[in-house]
């Protein structure tokens, strides 16, 4: 009765099924153990301290950034070289930018210090000097951003002595000695009790790791998987959908209900109809 499975027409339809059924349980599975890795590092971060309370600890210490360094103070230090402004960057809802030095350490490798935000339009707005001589900074570590990072400009086209992006791949191209693949925010700007009404810089809070919460992300994860298993079940349910129809239709011709071309031509014409967009 279920000869017709040997068919040559039928070996593409069972080949279609046993490749596309444990690809798309494979890829559900895979999307699942996503959204468990981010559930897994979201809980992990909250049963830890808050990093910034944590004692500081020197650079070298803490490199590589990822999420559990991320956040933690890191001390350096060096002489302040370069100076950037970094546009576009918001703090309590109010537009402004960063000023960033390049902090030169003994290593011969400069770290980059944004040394806080001031209000206003980049270039047109005065910047407190940096301090002279020899410093030690002590800032929260952050990893270099990319194009997913808020506040990241992308397009160009920016002043000289301006920056998009705070990152060694960018810094290199601008300052003539080796960058860390990290910066750190300075929490202590010098600004006592002023605030920046008289031009004094405010403390860039320190941002979480990408990837340590349950963010959008995660749950676009939870998503696919329902995707791919849904994807699963309906191949399924077609194939198995078509081989009743196609059973059907060899039974009629068996029981002499109808002629043997008229049952193909039928069958045919089912299959197409399940195979069809509604």
Not at 155 to 176: C, E, F, H, K, R
Not at 183 to 195: C, P
């Amino acid at each position: 009765m279920y000869r017709f499975l040997l068919t040559p027409r039928w070996w593409g339809i069972n080949l279609f099924a046993v490749l596309a059924i444990p690809l798309c349980v494979f890829m559900g599975t895979w999307q699942l153990g996503r959204f468990e890795d981010r559930v897994q590092t979201h809980e992990q971060a909250a049963k830890q301290p808050n990093p910034g309370t944590r004692a500081a600890k020197p650079l070298d210490d803490l490199l590589p950034v990822d999420t559990v360094t991320s956040g933690r103070p890191a001390t350096a230090t060096g002489r302040y070289a370069d100076q950037f402004l970094v546009p576009g960057r918001e703090l309590d809802d109010r537009t402004g930018f960063y000023v960033l030095n390049m902090l030169r350490t003994d290593s011969g490798k400069a770290l980059p210090v944004v040394r806080g935000w001031l209000p206003g339009k980049a270039g047109h707005t005065p910047v407190p000097a940096a301090p002279a001589g020899e410093v030690t900074v002590t800032g929260d570590l952050q990893a270099s951003e990319n194009t997913g990072t808020d506040g990241v400009d992308t397009a160009g086209g920016l002043p000289g002595g301006q920056l998009g992006m705070i990152s060694a791949a960018t810094l290199v191209n601008l300052v003539p000695y080796d960058v860390y693949d990290a910066w750190v925010t300075l929490q202590d700007t010098g600004a006592g009790s002023s605030g920046t009404e008289n031009g004094a810089l405010r403390p860039v809070p320190a941002v979480a790791p990408q990837g340590s919460g349950l963010d959008l992300k995660a749950f676009q994860n939870l998503g696919y998987t329902g995707e791919w298993f849904i994807f699963a079940a309906f191949v399924l349910f077609m194939w198995v959908r078509l081989v009743r129809r196609e059973a059907e239709a060899a039974r009629d011709v068996r029981l002499g209900l109808v002629p043997e071309a008229d049952a193909s031509a039928d069958a045919d014409m089912r299959a197409d109809a399940s195979t069809s967009p509604a």
